[in-house]
């Protein structure tokens, strides 16, 4: 029981989803944690898709300046609702979005988007944001970035 146990934290510590959803993955995948991870990945991008064509009205501003001080990145992320944008996960995701464009320095949006992720060479950007709308409940996208470098 405890290896299930310890298979939810994982599960839990990686996608931020509710412990019904994983518990439901982790049955379905009969115990296996990657075949988990994966259906917990297409529930995440479904659940995205379902959610884009809603407006995003809110959001916020974050920036990331690197410790030389010679570069730096603003970049606005928009939710639907400010009871979202004031959530201290989506103001972590945009933190790490701002670090994302300072360190991969993308051209566009669509760039960003397709970039493997800093901190997980295994995910895009998207998958990384997608994740986050299955965690939050809403829609979110990119606004505008802009990157500052002596």
Sequence with gaps: MASDLEK??????????????????????????ARAMEALK??????AEKKSAREVKEGVVDAYIHATKKLGAMIEVLCETDFVARNIEFQKLAHELAMQVAA?????????????FIKDQDITVQDFINQHIAKLGENIQIGRFEIFQL
């Design 42 to 47: 297409a529930h995440g991008i479904s659940v």
């Design 8 to 33: 939810i934290k994982h599960l839990r510590d990686s996608t931020g989803l509710s412990l019904g959803q994983i518990k439901k993955s982790l049955d379905e995948a009969g115990g296996d944690v």
């Design 104 to 116: 991969a320095k993308p051209g566009t949006v669509e760039d960003l988007l397709s970039q493997p």
